[in-house]
Nanobody
Framework: QVQLVESGGGLVQTGGSLRLSCAGSGSTFSIYTMGWFRQAPGKEREFVAA????????SYADSVKGRFTISRDNAKNTVYLQMNSLKPEDTAVYYC??????????????????????WGQGTQVTVSS
């Protein structure tokens, strides 16, 4: 199994940038497909971005395409979410999640929270208008 810890959240103005990090420990990081989800107050958790275990495929929610980029550094056991051109509607708690690549194959798995086995505790992102 893998333990996930997010960091990098904070308060930023509209149009600003943040980079979230998710550090993994306890297992071979490179076998995991990684995802980012977010949950705003009073709303359901929603998919943001995913990166396949072999770094071949990425997937993004329509609301963040062209603004957010997911990447990973397996040597550091870390996945990142670069967020640019932030908007007030991006305000949420952001969660990192993971599942072994063999657990669910295909791009249909990326956007489903139920595909992911391991979750971090979340980091708050607040975008002021």
């Amino acid at each position: 199994q893998v333990q996930l810890v997010e960091s990098g959240g904070g308060l930023v103005q509209t149009g600003g940038s943040l980079r979230l990090s998710c550090a993994g420990s306890g297992s071979t990081f490179s076998i995991y497909t990684m995802g980012w989800f977010r949950q705003a107050p009073g709303k359901e958790r929603e998919f943001v971005a995913a990166l396949s275990w072999n770094d071949v495929s990425t997937s993004y929610a329509d609301s963040v395409k062209g603004r957010f980029t997911i990447s990973r550094d397996n040597a550091k056991n870390t996945v990142y979410l670069q967020m640019n051109s932030l908007k007030p509607e991006d305000t949420a708690v952001y969660y990192c999640a993971a599942y072994p690549g063999y657990y669910c194959s295909g791009s249909g798995c990326y956007g489903k929270a139920s595909s992911y086995i391991y979750w971090g505790q979340g980091t708050q992102v607040t975008v002021s208008s």
